[in-house]
């Protein structure tokens, strides 16, 4: 009984953990390792003690007038990877992006792709999906999942996810954000970007104790926060995270093959690319915004 007790109060100590500027200094201090530096963007990796943890974190950082978002979705009956979806679409960075229905590999949040609705969304996502990432360019913003097809048709590119993170720079609290691993560490994913328009994705490593300990959703905040980031959004995590640019491969330690590797990537629904753009294109970007 005292054994049982012990392991519920270190759990609910791990849940509750408040950041500290210390945590700020172990981020920032870490020794990061330069995975991919060319055109604009960038993409890192290191592993550090902070949150009174072991932490495993990707980034990567471009300027959306050198790339464009794009969200892309994998085909009726398609049961691909993230980096399979970025080799397809000729990207040169992308991250997971929305939750799923695993059996059916089809989204369980709103989605809309060029217009067309692809996906309503299913109503049990409501609890955790507060929040919409569009494109292009890209804007993050709270919204409520059920009155997702109300929003209007300048937005013909759009994802339901979330929780929010931050918005226009203030860091949103979780303390009582409820439901299964929404106060718990695990793999995380999320995506945001700065004032100066740099988009910026994230994962954390996760399940593997001493290794990549997972992070919490007020954690991911304070991530957001440390690199600058004035929007960010939660996007689908667990066994779903994954980072990966070109030339290098995938950035993370996917979890779903329960291995502190790069080979544990899960099958995905849908994708948040980078795709570099030509001369002509980078100045309709300028022009335009």
């Given amino acids: 009984m005292v054994v049982c007790a012990t392991l519920v109060t270190s759990a609910l100590v791990a849940q509750t953990y408040i950041p500290t500027e210390a945590d700020s200094l172990a981020f920032v201090n870490a020794e990061w390792k330069t995975l991919y530096d060319k055109d604009g963007l960038t993409a890192k990796w290191a592993q550090m003690k902070m949150f009174d943890s072991m932490q495993s974190i990707s980034v990567v950082e471009y300027p959306q007038s050198r790339y464009k978002t794009e969200i892309v979705q994998v085909g009726e009956g398609e049961r691909i990877r993230t980096s399979d979806l970025a080799v397809r679409h000729g990207a040169t960075a992308a991250i997971n992006a929305g939750y799923f229905i695993v059996k059916t590999v089809r989204p369980s949040t709103y989605l809309r792709l060029d217009g067309e609705e692809v996906a309503l969304g299913k109503r049990s996502e409501d609890y955790r999906v507060n929040g919409v990432l569009a494109v292009e360019p890209m804007d993050i913003f709270s919204h409520e999942h059920a009155t997702c097809p109300e929003i209007g048709s300048e937005y013909a590119n759009l994802l339901a996810t979330g929780p929010m993170l931050m918005e226009m720079g203030r860091v949103i609290a979780h303390d009582n954000a409820q439901g299964y691993g929404m106060q718990q560490r695990h793999p995380r994913s999320f995506i945001g970007y700065k004032k100066n328009g740099n988009v910026v994705m994230v994962t954390v490593d996760g399940r593997h104790p001493g290794q990549a300990d997972g992070e919490n959703l007020t954690e991911m905040s304070f991530i957001s926060r440390i690199l600058g980031m004035d929007e960010s959004i939660n996007l689908d995590g667990g ?34 690319v980078a795709v570099k753009r030509n001369f002509w294109q980078r100045l309709w970007f300028v022009i335009c915004h």
């Fill in 239 to 272: 066994g779903s995270a994954t980072l990966w640019v070109e030339g290098y491969g995938v950035c993370n330690h996917p979890s779903d093959n329960k291995k502190f590797d790069h080979e544990g990537e899960r099958i995905v629904t849908n994708a948040i």
